[in-house]
């Protein structure tokens, strides 16, 4: 699942109808980016929820963290955090087969999850010589899975 969020995030370019080009993406790194590196994407699970029915499978939701990050001089950087998580959220809804911002969208992994759901985004401001801004992107991924199965679905 992981793995197939990180594909649809490499999509993010401007080939693609993103307002930006995505230089690089990482999961769960913990050192800023370098201003090379920016455009850049941040994403991490933040928690599994888990409800059981009985005589049915699990419910889970994974949490879901997508931290976006970019420069900018000339424009106020809440209107680049917002193209961002434009580009974020607009992205993690695309295939890799069709991953332009006019294609139709895809809510369920290709068929793997029950969907996304879209908590809401955060602006982020860094200071100094090469000022940077971004979003922090709050989703849930929500799938089935056999009871104490812990290895289906979140292993990627």
Same mark, same amino acid.
């Given at each position: +699942?992981?793995?197939?969020? &990180?594909?649809?995030? %490499?999509?993010? *370019?401007?080939?693609? &109808? ?12 913990? +050192?800023?980016? &370098?201003?090379?590196? !920016?455009?850049?994407? /941040?994403?991490?699970?933040? %928690? !599994?929820? /888990? ?18 990050? *970019? +420069?900018?001089?000339? &424009? @106020? ?28 969208? /895809?809510?369920?992994? /290709?068929? *793997?999850?029950? %969907? ?19 979003? !922090?992107?709050? +989703? ?6 056999? @009871?104490?199965?812990?290895? !289906?679905?979140?292993?990627?």
């Amino acid at each position: +699942m992981l793995d197939e969020i &990180e594909a649809r995030l %490499g999509n993010i *370019t401007q080939a693609n &109808e993103y307002w930006y080009t995505i230089k690089k993406i990482v999961r769960s790194k913990l +050192m800023p980016f &370098e201003s090379y590196d !920016l455009p850049a994407i /941040n994403y991490w699970p933040t %928690g !599994l929820g /888990n409800v059981s029915e009985a005589y049915q499978d699990d419910q889970r939701t994974l949490a879901l963290f997508v931290e976006m990050h *970019t +420069m900018t001089r000339d &424009e @106020p950087f809440t209107d680049v955090a917002e193209k961002l998580a434009t580009d974020g959220i607009t992205g993690l809804n695309r295939t890799t087969a069709a991953p332009k911002v006019s294609d139709a969208p /895809n809510v369920d992994l /290709n068929d *793997t999850v029950e %969907g996304f759901i879209y908590h809401g985004h955060d602006y982020i401001i860094g200071m100094g010589e090469d000022p940077w801004c971004g979003c !922090l992107i709050r +989703m849930s991924v929500v799938f089935h899975a056999a @009871p104490f199965d812990m290895y !289906l679905h979140t292993a990627s």
